[in-house]
T-cell receptor, first 117, second 111 residues
Framework: EAGVTQFPSHSVIEKGQTVTLRCDPISGHDNLYWYRRVMGKEIKFLLHFVKESKQDESGMPNNRFLAERTGGTYSTLKVQPAELEDSGVYFC???????????????FGAGSRLTVL | GEDVEQSLFLSVREGDSSVINCTYTDSSSTYLYWYKQEPGAGLQLLTYIFSNMDMKQDQRLTVLLNKKDKHLSLRIADTQTGDSAIYFCAERKDSNYQLIWGAGTKLIIKP
């Protein structure tokens, strides 16, 4: 079974430019999550899709960030325009289950490292 | 606040036991997790514990949970060089089932 795939693995852009990160979840996983880890700090939740719908986007930092999951398969996270503080590693994860029952184990991708200069 | 606290580094000798500690915030969290991140890889689930348990053992790994103190620990017996990684503690909020993470503990193995 293929795991969660993220692309690109590393992106270096200048402040003000646009970057789009892509995540392909495990096939059949309705739940897709985006997280971010800024240099050495805790991993922060950004948002959660159930199929193509945004279940929870309370962690999105501001309107420069746009996440989509058209068709309920892969997802993209666009940052436009990028700022210095957006640098970090963006992780995508997927899960089969979500909610009160069960442990809702997440499977993570390797992350996309974003460097904004 | 929403901080899950972990020490940033732990250094142990190969063959010794490693104990990584974590304090979490929400006494009503029903699941607590340990994830491992090796260099260049994603986060991999190591183990999780349900809040009505105080211990869970899986081969070299032992998780201890103290709900009263909101303290979680991960013990790795007979630490090997392959255990070098960053270990993240996370709690699941019961309000929205999302995970709150610590900053990770980097485990360094000395020969």
């Amino acid at each position: 079974e293929a795991g969660v795939t993220q692309f690109p693995s590393h992106s270096v852009i200048e402040k003000g430019q646009t970057v789009t990160l892509r995540c392909d979840p495990i096939s059949g996983h309705d739940n897709l999550y985006w997280y971010r880890r800024v240099m050495g700090k805790e991993i922060k939740f950004l948002l959660h899709f159930v199929k193509e719908s945004k279940q929870d986007e309370s962690g999105m930092p501001n309107n420069r960030f746009l996440a989509e999951r058209t068709g309920g398969t892969y997802s993209t996270l666009k940052v436009q325009p990028a700022e210095l503080e957006d640098s970090g590693v963006y992780f995508c994860a997927s899960s089969q289950d979500w909610g009160a029952t069960g442990a809702n184990v997440l499977t993570f991708g390797a992350g996309s490292r974003l460097t904004v200069l | 606040g929403e901080d899950v606290e972990q020490s940033l580094f732990l250094s142990v000798r190969e063959g010794d036991s490693s104990v990584i500690n974590c304090t979490y915030t929400d006494s009503s969290s029903t699941y607590l997790y340990w994830y491992k991140q090796e260099p260049g890889a994603g986060l991999q689930l190591l183990t999780y514990i349900f809040s009505n348990m105080d211990m869970k053992q899986d081969q070299r790994l032992t998780v201890l949970l103290n709900k009263k103190d909101k303290h979680l620990s991960l013990r790795i017996a007979d630490t090997q060089t392959g255990d070098s990684a960053i270990y993240f503690c996370a709690e699941r909020k019961d309000s929205n089932y999302q995970l709150i993470w610590g900053a990770g503990t980097k485990l360094i193995i000395k020969p």
